[in-house]
């Protein structure tokens, strides 16, 4: 079971340049995110889906951008990457968030770096 | 603002001894609290998830502890083992309109368990 798999692993980027993570669930999950963990600092979420086709924002969506287009992947993009964004970014997934008990699964994530 | 806070930053324990993490929250409205535990490099994976009505719910040999109106949470670990060397971090669900619930972190307690 592969559950949440976050593609690449390990990144490092200059200033300016674009990439796109790749994040993909194999749950038939409706629901999907993308996190990013600082140090010291919890994680926080940058965009999520309610379903595909579907984007919002989160908390800090500034500089990224989101795509949906089939239910099991959701594409997180920086189209032009700044030092500030250097951090490791999680990838979760969920049937819903109405129920109680409903879990959210997370992918291994990704280590950006921006120089 | 909604807040989760989490004490101590970090602890290191001897094999064998038992300890117990501490999360506050200041989130409103409150939906459930969920114990993740994240391994280095790795995604957090749920331990436990209690709703306001919950006062303890247990993993093995995790038991999370619950008191909605103090707004406060624990994660007591017994008989340590080596493998619980990880990050411990602390989830708030907040219910928001729509439907949806948004997930607050805390930063997390690196636990670290020595033999």
């Known amino acids: 079971n592969a559950g949440v798999t976050q593609t690449p692993k390990f990144r490092v980027l200059k200033t300016g340049q674009s990439m796109t993570l790749l994040c993909a669930q194999d749950?038939?999950?409706?629901?999907m995110y993308w996190y990013r963990q600082d140090p010291g600092m919890g994680l926080r979420l940058i965009h999520y889906?309610?379903?595909?086709?579907?984007?919002a924002k989160g908390e800090v969506p500034d500089g990224y951008n989101v795509s949906r287009l089939k239910k099991q992947n959701f594409l997180l993009g920086l189209e032009s990457a700044a030092p500030s964004q250097t951090s490791v970014y999680f990838c979760?997934?969920?049937?819903?968030?109405?129920?109680?008990?409903?879990?959210?699964?997370f992918g291994q994530g990704t280590r950006l770096t921006v120089v | 603002k909604n807040q989760v806070e989490q004490s101590p930053q970090s602890l290191i324990i001897l094999e064998g001894k038992n300890c117990t993490l501490q999360c506050n929250y200041t989130v409103s409205p409150f939906s459930n609290l969920r114990w993740y535990k994240q391994d280095t490099g790795r995604g957090p994976v749920s331990l436990t998830i209690m709703t306001f009505s919950e006062n303890t719910k247990s993993n093995g040999r995790y038991t999370a502890t619950l008191d909605a109106d103090t707004k406060q949470s624990s994660l007591h670990i017994t008989a340590s083992q080596l493998s619980d060397s990880a990050s411990y971090i602390c989830v708030v669900s907040s219910s928001f309109s729509g439907g949806y619930n948004k997930l607050i972190f805390g930063a997390g307690t690196r636990l670290a368990v020595h033999p």
């Open positions: 979760a997934s969920s049937y819903s968030f109405a129920d109680r008990s409903t879990e959210a699964f």
């Open positions: 749950m038939n999950h409706e629901y």
């Open positions: 889906s309610v379903g595909e086709g579907t984007t």
